[in-house]
């Protein structure tokens, strides 16, 4: 009797069970570290099994009456992560996560986000919060000013007068006294290096400039972001430090709110250490206006608390070939796996900001750390960081990888020349949403534009203009495609693009696509099995394949808005020799503006905060609308070429 009333209970009360698992519950809204652009925010929920809720963003400066839109928070959760050969297996938890892009810096908003949903939402509706973008950091006002001469100046000097960075820095001596630092740098110190070289003889147990054996430069103090400690070059001459072939030459893990500037750092494996995966690491480090040459890497921490690094305006190159381009294209005459310089920059850790760096002759170029399965505290995991308007010459491996970022990684208005295995890169990105967003990149010739591999998931690809096809078919999850441009290089039985989507919510659309003219199946589809939201197993043997965009379309009810075009959409653009994989092109060679007559012009969907400022009927496909000024790429403070 028991038995059959529970029964008549559970069915009675089952549609209402089910109703339940579909309405969505609000949970903790947290506010991302601000960047000087942008803002990133996640909001935690439980339920929504059928994923039909949405998030839709506002937001106002301050003082403000008018509400502007900005893209919806991305629905991520239930994805599935892994990489069997590193025991990596994560599964994406439930909530929403997204950025509002291209603020003011230094300027306070108000950003509202309203969930709905169908079948009903409990709890909070709307959360409205107000945060304040960074400002660049600089340094304080009537700080200590102490003046650093080269330990073989012969010159006047200005007092207080140092020979040597570690003099002023920490006062100490040489041998074994080197590390006894009875006066060290305050905060607000502006430390001015004048002109010369600053070269030390590491094998000298009594060199002068304190960094016997080692070579290394670990500076430690702990400033504030009111008093940062300034490292400058004086403007009296270009201020080198050479690293006599240092294995580690700047160790700033330390370190907190420290600035160089102005400076030259040459002949070293790691010019800047900034952290240690799970030991130590800086925070609110800035390296500006600086110079790199032949060093392995230029700037790198791996640990998960490093916060708020500014590198912008920086010129680094590294120890590769500069005549060819090695990589994975033709390995066996030109060794891949063989490091001269591994990358320019890499990080972990939360609101980074990675802008206008020229970067050449590297591995890679710039990278998130692919650090593994994210920390489960907040405050470490890999979130908020920002790539934007770098130019990027002639890399073996790929030009950018989000590798192991979690969400809000923000890749946007990157010019990338000449990469040996491919464009940019997520392997893999935890959730997401990561944001690749009007790039434009040129001779790839392995034919991967976009490395999405150890499934990835939560990517928006905006906007961007790919010279090169676009053929990964690892499986990848909740990943939407618009308004991209994607030219196939003439390669034989080559396609132009894949989708290999491990999840039907999954989409692609208002695209342009120039298919190879030289046979063969031209787009494969791989997604999963009609009513089934995820197949994380895809291969290739689940693969459709077709010869045309409308065949595709037709069938997997993708691209429906999608044209193919060809290379008379550009004002005068050319494919690169694809019987020539190691060539090297210049970036100053190629010009990615649009024909305002082209078929690319007006074909685009309008997306908020993304191009909201379009012309025309409709926005237009690829990184730059036809009639705007070209982004500008690396450096501001110094003129290209960069590289030759």
């Known amino acids: 009797m028991i038995k059959s009333i529970s029964k008549a209970l559970f069915l009675t009360l089952f549609p209402y069970f089910l109703q339940a698992q579909n309405a969505v519950k609000p949970g903790t809204f947290i506010v991302e570290p601000p960047t000087l652009l942008n803002l990133g925010f996640e909001w935690q929920i439980t339920g929504d099994d059928n994923r039909n809720a949405t998030v839709q963003t506002a937001y106002r400066p301050i003082g403000t009456e008018n509400w502007k839109d900005a893209m919806p928070l991305l629905r991520v959760g239930g994805e599935r992560i892994f990489r069997k050969a590193e025991q990596l297996d994560y599964t994406v938890p439930h909530l929403f996560a997204g950025s509002i892009l291209d603020l003011q810096p230094g300027t306070e908003y108000e950003c509202r986000f309203t969930i709905t949903d169908p079948d009903g939402v409990e709890g909070e509706i709307v959360q409205t919060v107000k945060v304040r973008t960074r400002t660049e950091p600089k340094a304080a006002e009537g700080g200590r000013v102490l003046h650093v001469y080269p330990v073989d100046w012969k010159g006047k000097t200005q007092e207080p007068a140092f020979f040597g ?61 009111e008093k940062p400690i300034v490292i400058r070059g004086a403007g009296d001459g270009e201020a080198i430090f050479d690293g006599a072939g240092a294995h580690r030459f700047f160790d ?69 070939d500069r005549y060819r381009l090695r990589g994975w294209a033709n390995p066996g005459v030109y060794p891949a796996n ?43 995991k890999a979130v908020s960081i ?48 990561a944001y690749f967003i009007r790039n434009v990149l040129y001779h790839i010739p392995n034919g991967v534009a976009f490395k999405f591999m150890a499934k990835p998931a939560g990517l928006y690809v905006l906007h961007n203009t790919i010279i090169s096809e676009n053929r990964n078919t690892d499986p990848y999850s909740n990943v939407h495609f618009r308004n991209n441009l994607f030219l196939g290089t003439n390669a034989p039985q080559r396609p132009i693009t894949a989708y290999p989507f491990a999840t039907a919510y999954s989409t692609s659309d208002y695209n342009g696509y120039r298919p190879n003219p030289t046979g063969g199946d031209q787009y494969i589809l791989m997604t999963p099995a009609k ?20 065949s595709l379309a037709k069938v997997s009810g993708l691209e429906t808005h999608s044209v193919e075009v060809d290379y008379n959409i550009f004002n005068n653009l050319q494919a690169p ?68």
């Not at 089934?532 to 045309?548: G, I, M, S, V, W």
């Open 577 to 644: 020799d694809y019987t020539k994989p190691h060539g090297i092109y210049h970036a100053e060679d190629i010009d990615f503006r649009l024909n305002p007559k082209g078929k690319a012009v007006d074909k685009g969907v309008k997306l908020p905060n993304i191009n909201d400022g379009y012309k025309g009927k409709a926005p237009d496909l690829g990184a730059i609308e036809a009639g705007e000024p070209v982004p500008v790429y690396g450096p501001r403070t110094i003129k290209g070429p960069f590289y030759r």
């Open 252 to 320: 700033v893990t330390g370190s907190r709110h420290h600035i160089f500037e102005n400076l030259t750092f040459r002949n070293t494996d790691i010019a800047f250490a900034a952290g240690v995966k799970e030991v130590v690491g800086a925070s609110d480090l800035t390296i500006r206006n600086c110079r790199f040459e032949d060093v392995g890497i230029g700037i790198i921490s791996e640990y998960a608390g490093s916060k708020n690094f500014y590198i912008a305006d920086n010129v680094i190159t590294g120890r590769d």
């Open 165 to 225: 960075l570690k003099a002023a820095y920490y006062g100490s001596g040489t041998g074994d006294w080197s590390v006894v630092t009875e006066k060290k740098a305050q905060p607000g110190d502006i430390i001015l290096v004048h002109a010369g070289m600053y070269k030390a003889d590491r094998l000298n147990y009594v060199e002068p400039n304190g960094i016997s054996f080692d070579g290394t430069y670990t500076l430690t103090t702990k400033a504030t972001a």
């Open 386 to 433: 920002d790539i934007y308007n770098n130019d990027i010459h002639l890399v073996a491996d790929d030009f950018i990888e989000a590798d192991g970022g979690v969400h809000n990684i923000r890749v946007m208005r990157n010019r990338g020349v000449n990469a040996g295995q491919c464009g940019l890169s997520a392997q893999p990105v935890f959730g997401g949403p």
């Open 531 to 550: 009513g089934q939201l995820r197949n994380y197993e895809l291969t290739t043997k689940d693969a459709q394949n077709f010869t045309t965009l409308a």
């Open 338 to 380: 063989q490091l001269n310089s591994y990358m320019a920059i890499k990080v972990y850790g939360s609101g980074h900001v990675i802008c206008h760096n020229a970067i050449a002759y590297f591995h890679d170029g710039i990278n998130v750390s692919t650090y593994g399965t994210p920390e489960k505290e907040q405050d470490l």
